[in-house]
């Protein structure tokens, strides 16, 4: 055997000792007979034996040799040993298995037998313990019924079984069988786990991956690889985020990543993590690392953040019925007031602008509600340069049913404290996003101060930088808890807890180059201290011009189609005062009969009605030879069809309610003054 080939062996062999150390999944392999020849650290975790102790007997008689309900579950009915005589592989079989300790514990199972030259010499056996998936699976099942079972999260999965290489092994046949050998399986377990491997030489940008590395990109095994070809099967939004991240690795910073790539058009999401080897002045050299296809998991996480936000919508309930119960409260109370008469006409306006007032108080609640729902983006073109502080006053709003309303129906008092919110730059982020996490971080707060405490706030900026940090008085958590709350579906609030809030928050805020660090003693509070990179460029905020308040354009023939009759009497009333003609139809069928019969100037056109809906009518007013101009009035905050389709074509779209003199700002631009 050369060097070189002894070399390479070695390297090999130490890839296949890391990968499986470091696997979770247990991994067992039996000889003909069924006893363990081999078991990694996983295994040895979780069955609580050594491979001492159950190499003379049969596994099947250490961890599989009864029934939960005590029968004894005999070797000739195990479909692990079985596989081996049937020379079949049992593939994602479930089962339940038994610690040292006697405890039961389910299990996923792969069972193949293991051939040499045509002969069966034994079988390899790969489980996990999905004691926390079945306990997850159950919360989910509690929390929402139409939820499907949840998808088993493929692991890590390294079948490599190795061996130090023996310094008696001196025949170059022996050693070249074993390679290939320890190939085979090594290239087995990565496409049962979805996990490829790849080496990177950074002086030369020769890029090596494994088969099922290719698998998972979806490109042809043995295209030639460079890092830039890397780089291009990137989606097109992580592109910048990825080589950001690969640059600070460069730089000696850890490289752990999820990201999204395209791989036949579809999005799928991986997880990256390598180690670099630098020489002695600090440059890159080389790089290993493993892709692994995180695509369920994701989609998993997606759906049971749905779940979650759904379960706060619920939880803030109480307060936003309260808030508008105030609400109706005046409102009612006022119109009372008019209904019994007013000494002048000060005391009129006086209660008008109440009414007024408090139907605005009302759309700000439910504007707020809509953005609280509104679904999490990912593409990065939603970024805009946008106050933090903001965002923190809106996360502030959005908690405030929980923490002021709520709280003070049950006597608990929490304070927020703002003081620490100096001015800063805006940063380019995600709105939606960002606010998702300050309300996270602020739940997580009020859950660690059952009776009460302080919430307090600072913002400031440093070398291209926001820095934000929230503080509590709660407490505190302890040193395992702080390692492990940004971990997917870690919580200590079981069963009201889904453990999503905080893994969702890292997730976002990861992805928008930033970091996320918490601080706390148990009994002593804690600080979330995160950081957002300002961005490139600059966008100033410009504050539009006050509308005006008549409608001052040239006297219009004008429909309302509306099957509101209410809405259709303030229309009326509004565009007649302006000396406008006004016709009004309270059906769809009814607006598309006048406005063929009929030429007007102006269509107001409601979109949710019981006969015929609003796109209809729009649709049927754009075949018109002689087309009006189209003003859509909705309470919708739904994403509309474009408004610019001929089909679909209109001039302006006024959300309800609103205020008389912003359609009188819509008139005027339309058709001058």
């Given at each position: 055997m050369t060097e070189k080939t002894?070399?390479?062996?070695?390297?090999?062999?130490?890839?296949?000792?890391?990968?499986?150390?470091?696997?979770?999944?247990?991994?067992?392999?039996?000889?003909?007979?069924?006893?363990?020849?081999?078991?990694?650290?996983?295994?040895?975790?979780?069955?609580?034996?050594?491979?001492?102790?159950?190499?003379?007997?049969?596994?099947?008689?250490?961890?599989?040799?009864?029934?939960?309900?005590?029968?004894?579950?005999?070797?000739?009915?195990?479909?692990?040993?079985?596989?081996?005589?049937?020379?079949?592989?049992v593939v994602d079989y479930e089962d339940i298995f038994i610690r040292k300790d006697g405890n039961f514990f389910p299990v996923i199972c792969y069972i193949a037998p293991l051939e040499e030259n045509g002969d069966v010499v034994g079988s390899v056996l790969e489980f996990r313990d999905v004691t926390q998936q079945k306990e997850a699976e159950e919360e989910i099942r509690v929390l929402n019924n139409t939820l499907e079972q949840r998808v088993v999260q493929r692991t890590t999965e390294l079948a490599s079984i190795n061996e130090e290489l023996q310094n008696e092994i001196a025949e170059r046949k022996k050693a070249e069988e074993e390679l290939e050998q320890k190939k085979y399986y090594l290239e087995k377990a990565q496409e049962i786990g979805s996990i490829g491997t790849w080496e990177l030489d950074i002086k030369e940008n020769k890029l090596i991956w494994t088969d099922e590395n290719y698998r998972i990109f979806g490109l042809p095994v043995g295209t030639e690889l460079t890092y830039e070809i890397f780089m291009k099967c990137i989606h097109q939004d992580d592109r910048d985020y990825v080589d950001k991240e690969w640059r600070a690795a460069l730089n000696n910073k850890p490289y752990d990543i999820e990201h999204r790539i395209i791989v036949d058009g579809k999005i799928k999401w991986v997880r990256e993590k390598a180690d670099l080897e630098f020489d002695e002045k600090g440059n890159g050299i080389s790089g290993i690392g493993f892709t692994q296809d995180i695509t369920e998991r994701k989609e998993m996480e997606e759906t049971l953040l749905d779940s979650e936000k759904l379960k706060s919508l619920g939880t803030i309930t109480a307060g936003i019925a309260h808030e508008f119960n105030n609400i109706l409260a005046v409102m009612v109370g006022s119109a009372e007031l008019l209904e019994g008469g007013f000494k002048d006409e000060k005391e009129l306006k006086k209660v008008l602008h109440d009414i007024i007032k408090a139907g605005d108080d009302g759309a700000e609640i439910v504007k707020n509600m809509l953005k609280f729902a509104k679904p999490e983006g990912e593409d990065r073109s939603d970024y805009i340069f946008f106050d933090i502080n903001e965002l923190l006053n809106d996360a502030i709003d959005f908690t405030a049913p929980r923490w002021r309303n709520m709280a003070q129906a049950q006597g608990i008092d929490y304070t927020i404290e703002k003081e620490g919110m100096s001015e800063i730059p805006e940063a380019l982020c995600n709105t939606t996003e960002l606010r998702e996490v300050f309300i996270n971080i602020m739940n997580n707060s009020m859950d660690a101060m059952p009776d009460g405490g302080s919430i307090s706030f600072s913002t400031w900026s440093d070398d291209g930088t926001v820095l934000i940090s929230i503080s509590d008085t709660g407490k505190g958590m302890p040193e395992e808890v702080k390692r492990k709350i940004f971990d997917p579906f870690f919580t200590t609030r079981r069963p009201l807890g889904t453990g999503l809030g905080m893994s969702v928050s890292y997730s976002i805020i990861k992805r928008h180059g930033g970091r996320i660090e918490v601080e706390s003693e148990t009994g002593k509070g804690a600080t979330f201290n995160l950081s957002i990179p300002i961005g490139e460029g600059t966008i100033l905020k410009t504050v539009p011009p006050e509308p005006a308040s008549q409608i001052t354009t040239k006297k219009l023939n004008i429909i309302v189609v509306d099957d509101n009759e209410d809405m259709c009497v303030i229309m009326d009333s509004v565009l007649t005062r302006s000396g406008h003609t006004v016709k009004i139809a309270n059906s769809g069928v009814k607006g598309i009969e006048l406005v063929s019969k009929e030429d007007f100037d102006l269509v107001l056109c409601d979109l949710a009605m019981p006969d015929v809906y609003g796109y209809e009518v729009i649709k049927a007013i754009n075949k018109l030879g002689k087309r009006p101009k189209i003003g859509i009035v909705t309470g919708w905050d739904e994403k509309l069809k474009p408004v610019d389709d001929e089909e679909f074509k209109v001039d302006f779209i006024l959300k309800k309610p609103f205020k008389h003199a912003v359609l009188a700002k819509h008139i005027n631009e339309l058709f001058g003054k």
């Amino acid at each position: 055997m050369t060097e070189k080939t002894e070399q390479e062996l070695t390297r090999q062999l130490l890839l296949n000792k890391t990968i499986t150390d470091n696997a979770a999944s247990c991994l067992f392999m039996m000889d003909k007979q069924g006893r363990s020849t081999f078991m990694n650290p996983a295994a040895i975790k979780v069955t609580g034996y050594t491979l001492d102790e159950i190499k003379d007997m049969p596994l099947h008689d250490a961890i599989h040799h009864h029934y939960p309900d005590g029968r004894p579950y005999p070797m000739c009915e195990c479909p692990i040993d079985n596989a081996q005589a049937e020379l079949t592989e049992v593939v994602d079989y479930e089962d339940i298995f038994i610690r040292k300790d006697g405890n039961f514990f389910p299990v996923i199972c792969y069972i193949a037998p293991l051939e040499e030259n045509g002969d069966v010499v034994g079988s390899v056996l790969e489980f996990r313990d999905v004691t926390q998936q079945k306990e997850a699976e159950e919360e989910i099942r509690v929390l929402n019924n139409t939820l499907e079972q949840r998808v088993v999260q493929r692991t890590t999965e390294l079948a490599s079984i190795n061996e130090e290489l023996q310094n008696e092994i001196a025949e170059r046949k022996k050693a070249e069988e074993e390679l290939e050998q320890k190939k085979y399986y090594l290239e087995k377990a990565q496409e049962i786990g979805s996990i490829g491997t790849w080496e990177l030489d950074i002086k030369e940008n020769k890029l090596i991956w494994t088969d099922e590395n290719y698998r998972i990109f979806g490109l042809p095994v043995g295209t030639e690889l460079t890092y830039e070809i890397f780089m291009k099967c990137i989606h097109q939004d992580d592109r910048d985020y990825v080589d950001k991240e690969w640059r600070a690795a460069l730089n000696n910073k850890p490289y752990d990543i999820e990201h999204r790539i395209i791989v036949d058009g579809k999005i799928k999401w991986v997880r990256e993590k390598a180690d670099l080897e630098f020489d002695e002045k600090g440059n890159g050299i080389s790089g290993i690392g493993f892709t692994q296809d995180i695509t369920e998991r994701k989609e998993m996480e997606e759906t049971l953040l749905d779940s979650e936000k759904l379960k706060s919508l619920g939880t803030i309930t109480a307060g936003i019925a309260h808030e508008f119960n105030n609400i109706l409260a005046v409102m009612v109370g006022s119109a009372e007031l008019l209904e019994g008469g007013f000494k002048d006409e000060k005391e009129l306006k006086k209660v008008l602008h109440d009414i007024i007032k408090a139907g605005d108080d009302g759309a700000e609640i439910v504007k707020n509600m809509l953005k609280f729902a509104k679904p999490e983006g990912e593409d990065r073109s939603d970024y805009i340069f946008f106050d933090i502080n903001e965002l923190l006053n809106d996360a502030i709003d959005f908690t405030a049913p929980r923490w002021r309303n709520m709280a003070q129906a049950q006597g608990i008092d929490y304070t927020i404290e703002k003081e620490g919110m100096s001015e800063i730059p805006e940063a380019l982020c995600n709105t939606t996003e960002l606010r998702e996490v300050f309300i996270n971080i602020m739940n997580n707060s009020m859950d660690a101060m059952p009776d009460g405490g302080s919430i307090s706030f600072s913002t400031w900026s440093d070398d291209g930088t926001v820095l934000i940090s929230i503080s509590d008085t709660g407490k505190g958590m302890p040193e395992e808890v702080k390692r492990k709350i940004f971990d997917p579906f870690f919580t200590t609030r079981r069963p009201l807890g889904t453990g999503l809030g905080m893994s969702v928050s890292y997730s976002i805020i990861k992805r928008h180059g930033g970091r996320i660090e918490v601080e706390s003693e148990t009994g002593k509070g804690a600080t979330f201290n995160l950081s957002i990179p300002i961005g490139e460029g600059t966008i100033l905020k410009t504050v539009p011009p006050e509308p005006a308040s008549q409608i001052t354009t040239k006297k219009l023939n004008i429909i309302v189609v509306d099957d509101n009759e209410d809405m259709c009497v303030i229309m009326d009333s509004v565009l007649t005062r302006s000396g406008h003609t006004v016709k009004i139809a309270n059906s769809g069928v009814k607006g598309i009969e006048l406005v063929s019969k009929e030429d007007f100037d102006l269509v107001l056109c409601d979109l949710a009605m019981p006969d015929v809906y609003g796109y209809e009518v729009i649709k049927a007013i754009n075949k018109l030879g002689k087309r009006p101009k189209i003003g859509i009035v909705t309470g919708w905050d739904e994403k509309l069809k474009p408004v610019d389709d001929e089909e679909f074509k209109v001039d302006f779209i006024l959300k309800k309610p609103f205020k008389h003199a912003v359609l009188a700002k819509h008139i005027n631009e339309l058709f001058g003054k």
